[in-house]
């Protein structure tokens, strides 16, 4: 049996109802477009998104859900309870994603002159 991508996302936050479906849909487009442009940056063909990255698609999604109303800021902090964010999660992974590049056969930039 396999669980998509959205139920998953939605364990992880705990959420029981489909009232912000439209809106996990959405950050689970964009962080997929996301790192594919990441993954693709060599000019590699990749057409689909790999499905053995998406654990890293669905940790995205669940950071900038917990994100929403703090966009913007580095960090945030009430009473006793703080958190900080990183500019860039993509980049925050980018040691997975650096290893399937190589795979697959990004090994960098070459130029002609």
């Known amino acids: 049996m396999t669980i998509d991508d959205l139920t998953k996302v939605k364990v992880l936050l705990s959420i029981k109802d489909s009232n912000q479906d439209d809106l996990l849909n959405l950050l689970l487009e964009d962080n997929e477009a996301r790192l594919l442009s990441y993954i693709?940056?060599?000019?590699?063909?990749?057409?689909?998104?790999?499905?053995?990255?998406?654990?890293?698609?669905?940790?995205?999604?669940?950071?900038?859900?917990?994100?929403?109303?703090?966009?913007?800021?580095?960090?945030?902090?009430?009473?006793?309870?703080?958190?900080?964010?990183?500019?860039?999660?993509?980049?925050?992974?980018?040691?997975?994603?650096?290893?399937?590049?190589?795979?697959?056969?990004?090994r960098g930039t070459a130029r002609f002159i």
């Open 40 to 106: 693709n940056q060599d000019g590699n063909t990749s057409v689909k998104f790999p499905t053995e990255l998406a654990w890293l698609l669905r940790e995205i999604t669940v950071r900038r859900f917990n994100r929403i109303g703090d966009e913007g800021k580095k960090s945030s902090s009430e009473s006793d309870v703080s958190a900080t964010w990183s500019d860039d999660d993509v980049q925050d992974f980018a040691v997975y994603l650096n290893k399937y590049r190589q795979r697959k056969g990004g």
